[in-house]
């Protein structure tokens, strides 16, 4: 179940809350944290997909989603909501021993004082396996709560074992209005002449094209309240604009965007995939893998309709290998926007997956007595094509004549040469 975390109609504090110097100090996007779950953007629909959230016996749960949707904050106000000491935890910065220490204190609080804690495990996703069954023991047993956070896909990212024990709370992107909702009131904090004076159109440029991070937009308001920063407008947003765009090379965003180019070059786009190489070029992905992975796509998607896709997706990895970037970009364009525009068949990629399919299914496929190495004396002789007219000449290839007919060419540009010509030569097998 999903929810869309946004809220535009939510009401600025009343009054800018008194901080200490410590406080003052710390990056806007901490100190604009809201302070109670009401103030979350997007809380009752969240409430409406997540009901158990506002129960009072809060189970233990994943909340999932990309950067900067509120995982951290939300999990700090329930915890403040149900009364609970939230003890944190990175999954980063420490393993099993630190683990341990801390399920020690928290087992000595439930024990002398007879209540539950939160533990909070942020980055969840970087626990290997035995770290996270580590938990299960304390999990199934409720000795405390455990909240994890996490960018990656749960069912992917997470060990079975404990995903059986959690719920999972995705939360999304905001939208443009509920960040702007978060801008206008890290404002309001800072005093009513600054909101005031704020230019309006500067708040909805960050809140367009921070991609839906609240920190990173809050972060980029920050930098706009540097002194002298409002005199120039237009360098200004340049500078947002190239601190705002999201890439991660090892998380959720790369495969996203990899499958994305992946699918434009198969729908046969040419500028939806030349975008999503850019979009991996300025996120600093690696040259050489997206050029394998076109190596891959040239044979998967394209295969024998165009079999010179291969030879220039195989020229561009070593290409791009040897040259490297910034000229590498051109290589890539160069053989992205061939390979989306050619004619496209999976016909070879659908003949060894029903090819492997087959053999796993079946016992051991025996080699037919005239295919042998060294055949029986006495076995009929082995056929040499080339001994005949057209170089071809009929006899038994498969160990049975029931073995399944799996390359099945298709009508597109070179392979429907090739299916003529086995119709041909084979009496029309794949007609």
Not at 15 to 31: D, G, I, N, Q, Y
Not at 64 to 89: C, D, I
Not at 282 to 303: K, N, T, W
Request: hydrophobic content about 40%.
């Amino acid at each position: 179940m999903t929810i869309e975390p946004i809220q535009t109609d939510l009401p600025l504090f009343a009054e800018t809350p008194k901080s200490t110097a410590e406080e003052s100090l710390a990056p806007l996007a901490h100190r604009s944290r809201p302070q109670n779950l009401s103030d979350f953007v997007g809380w009752p629909l969240l409430m409406k997909s997540f009901p158990f959230l506002g129960q009072n016996k809060l189970p233990p749960f994943i909340l999932y989603g990309p950067p900067g949707s509120g995982k951290t904050t939300l999990a700090q106000l329930l915890a403040h909501e149900h009364k609970f000491e939230l003890y944190p935890f990175s999954a980063v910065l420490a393993g099993i021993p630190e683990l341990k220490k801390v399920i020690a204190r928290l087992l000595e609080i439930k024990n002398l004082m007879g209540k539950k804690s939160v533990l909070f495990i942020d980055e969840i996703h970087r626990f290997n396996k035995s770290q996270q069954d580590a938990l299960l023991p304390y999990v199934e047993k409720g000795d405390f709560i455990l909240i994890g956070a996490t960018t990656e896909y749960p069912k992917a990212a997470i060990n079975p074992a404990l995903l059986s024990r959690v719920h999972i709370v995705e939360l999304r992107a905001l939208q443009p209005e509920g960040v702007e909702v978060l801008l206008d009131r890290a404002l309001f904090r800072l005093g009513k002449e600054i909101y005031d004076t704020f230019p309006k159109d500067l708040i909805q440029f960050i809140a367009a094209v921070t991609g839906g991070d609240a920190r990173r937009a809050l972060n980029s308001l920050e930098l706009c309240l540097n002194p002298g920063a409002l005199e120039n407008l237009e360098s200004l947003k340049q500078s947002v604009l190239e601190n705002s765009r999201r890439y991660d090379k090892g998380g959720v965003r790369h495969y996203d965007v990899i499958s994305a180019f992946i699918k434009s070059m198969r729908g046969s786009d040419p500028h939806a995939a030349i975008l999503w190489l850019a979009v991996m070029l300025d996120g600093g992905e690696d040259p050489a893998f997206i050029a394998r992975r076109m190596l891959i796509f040239s044979s998967e998607d394209v295969g024998n309709a165009d079999p010179s896709a291969l030879t220039l997706a195989t020229s561009t990895l070593a290409a791009v290998e040897k040259i490297g970037l910034p000229e590498a970009r051109i290589i890539l364009a160069q053989t992205v926007t061939y390979l989306a525009s050619t004619v496209k068949s999976n016909a070879a990629y659908m003949a060894i997956n029903e090819a492997q399919e087959f053999v796993q299914e079946k016992g051991t496929q025996e080699v037919p007595e005239h295919l042998k190495n060294y055949p029986r004396p006495g076995t009929p002789a082995y056929k040499y094509p080339h001994s005949f007219k057209g170089h071809f000449v009929k006899q038994q290839y498969s160990p049975s004549a029931a073995t399944p007919k799996f390359y099945r060419p298709t009508e597109e540009g070179r392979e429907k040469f090739l299916k003529e010509r086995l119709n041909q030569l084979w009496d029309n097998p794949l007609a």
